[in-house]
């Protein structure tokens, strides 16, 4: 291998050492964020299926508003809403 190969090889180890999981960001004092396989599972526990769909911009902001209003997580606000609006 070349000098310059083994210099970014070893840039790319140094890199991942630094973003290792588990690291907290710079200045972020918070735990860090749970793994997206851990979420998945976690989500799978609780009967949850992800559904994109793609909506008015307008509705986005009212649901998000509401949802900040309310202190609940987008999420929730949306099911809330399908389940009333499928009940009617």
């Known amino acids: 291998m070349k000098k310059t190969g083994m210099a970014k090889s070893d840039a790319k180890?140094?890199?991942?050492?630094?973003?290792?999981?588990?690291?907290?960001?710079?200045?972020?004092?918070?735990?860090a964020p749970v793994d997206?396989?851990?979420?998945?599972?976690?989500?799978?526990?609780?009967?949850?299926?992800?559904?994109a769909v793609k909506l008015n911009g307008d509705l986005v902001r009212q649901l998000q508003a509401l949802a900040k209003e309310r202190g609940a997580d987008l999420?929730?606000?949306?099911?809330?809403?399908?389940?009333?609006?499928?009940?009617?």
């Not at 140094?14 to 588990?22: I, P, R, Y």
């Open 13 to 31: 180890k140094l890199m991942g050492m630094m973003v290792a999981h588990g690291a907290t960001g710079f200045g972020n004092s918070e735990a």
């Open 36 to 51: 997206r396989r851990e979420q998945r599972k976690r989500d799978q526990a609780l009967g949850l299926v992800p559904f």
């Open 75 to 88: 999420n929730e606000v949306v099911a809330e809403v399908l389940t009333k609006g499928l009940s009617a």
